[in-house]
């Protein structure tokens, strides 16, 4: 490291336990995660050893109740704690977001009882979670998902598809939306369903531009079983429930684009830092000097705009328009500061020798998970003129 390269980020932290939070997790980041990132990635291993030391040093239950394991950390310091990671491996990052998401519905939904006997487990037990909405052909029309769940005395009974599902196959729990009623919003049903519940099986990966350590499936329900002590929330109330989740959702998807693109904005700085031409650091180049300073204000201002969404959820406010924005504009920033990096490296951002080709085919899927970025203007305009007309 150069004077000017890269360097730890500046953070603003409401604790003096939230920055030792935040060393620890740069240490395990660095340590851990970061060194064996681009060959596991290159070789599609996922990194279940490391989900499990992010179980025991309680890094994936952050935001949720102490009394049930949880860190019970502001969103602020959590979302933070995800940048971190994300920049060291975005299959990490991304998984701690998506366990979190498969967490909401049972912490915020489930009935005392529930959480008592389920959570600690998933929050701090080893256990890895994933989130079941999208299905083959209801995507960002998720209201039209057609997996079904039928009563059945004490259980309930689910068939149908699943798709694009992080960690299908391999997760210990799925939170799942099923059809418990009419078709359209008000029929859908909330469910935690065991990885290793009979009938539910997982097809083979999608085989990825990105992110090929994380598994990303269909999953397939064939009479699947499970007692009404698995329904979270009341029945026709699962739509609520996964809207909520992914308000929370989509700013872990803001906190992981930063991260990434804090990622490729290092390497670029490296890079222009101890590469010479004609006799001086490419970097003395105004150019290209211009172009780290734009990457760099992009992200400071993502990094802003994803924590002041954070502190409203945090006191408790409406935030759903503010979480809409930042998952559009730190993925859009994701997008366009990991494009830039591979241009400043010149012939070798194009290489597996740097990471700046990795980051950049990572960026390309935040763009699109858990809303695209033109459902983001959708909610956002919503927000300013009302819905749309019919």
Request: proline share 4%.
């Amino acid at each position: 490291m150069t004077e000017y390269g890269p360097r730890p980020v500046d953070r603003s932290l409401p604790t003096e336990e939230a920055r030792d939070l935040l060393t620890l997790v740069r240490d395990l980041a660095e340590r851990e995660i970061a060194p064996s990132a681009a060959e596991e990635e290159e070789a599609g291993r996922f990194p279940r050893a490391t989900f499990t030391l992010l179980s025991e040093s309680g890094l994936l239950s952050l935001p949720y109740a102490e009394e049930f394991g949880g860190g019970e950390q502001p969103y602020e310091v959590y979302l933070q704690v995800l940048e971190e990671l994300a920049a060291a491996r975005l299959t990490v990052g991304l998984g701690v977001s998506v366990h979190t998401l498969a967490c909401h519905a049972l912490a915020g939904f489930g009935t005392k009882e529930q959480r008592a006997a389920l959570l600690p487990a998933m929050l701090g037990g080893g256990l890895l979670g994933a989130y079941c909405l999208s299905e083959p052909s209801s995507g960002s029309d998720a209201a039209s998902l057609t997996t079904r769940a039928v009563r059945d005395g004490d259980d309930w009974v689910l068939n149908g598809t699943k798709a694009w599902i992080t960690h299908g196959g391999v997760a210990d729990f799925y939170t799942v939306l099923a059809r418990t009623g009419d078709s359209g919003a008000r029929g859908i049903t909330a469910f935690l369903v065991p990885g290793d519940a009979e009938g539910l099986s997982a097809a083979a990966p999608e085989r990825k531009m990105g992110m090929k350590g994380s598994p990303t499936a269909q999953l397939h329900f064939d009479g699947v079983r499970v007692g009404d002590d698995r329904r979270l929330g009341d029945e026709g109330q699962g739509f609520a429930i996964a809207l909520a989740a992914l308000d929370s959702g989509r700013l872990g998807i803001a906190a992981c684009a930063v991260g990434v693109a804090q990622a490729a904005l290092d390497t670029a700085l490296g890079y222009t830092a101890e590469r010479r031409q004609f006799g001086r650091p490419i970097a003395d180049f105004q150019g290209l000097r211009f172009l780290l300073a734009d990457m760099a204000t992009r992200i400071e201002a993502g990094r802003a705009l994803y924590l002041a969404a954070a502190r409203l959820r945090d006191a408790g406010r409406p935030f759903s328009k503010e979480a809409a924005m930042a998952k559009l504009f730190c993925t859009d920033t994701a997008m366009r500061v990991t494009t830039d990096a591979v241009q400043l490296l010149g012939g070798y951002g194009y290489t597996q020798d740097f990471p700046a080709e990795r980051y950049m085919r990572e960026a390309k899927v935040l763009q699109i998970v858990e809303g695209t970025n033109q459902i983001q203007r959708m909610v956002i305009a919503r927000h300013l003129a009302g819905p749309e007309s019919r």
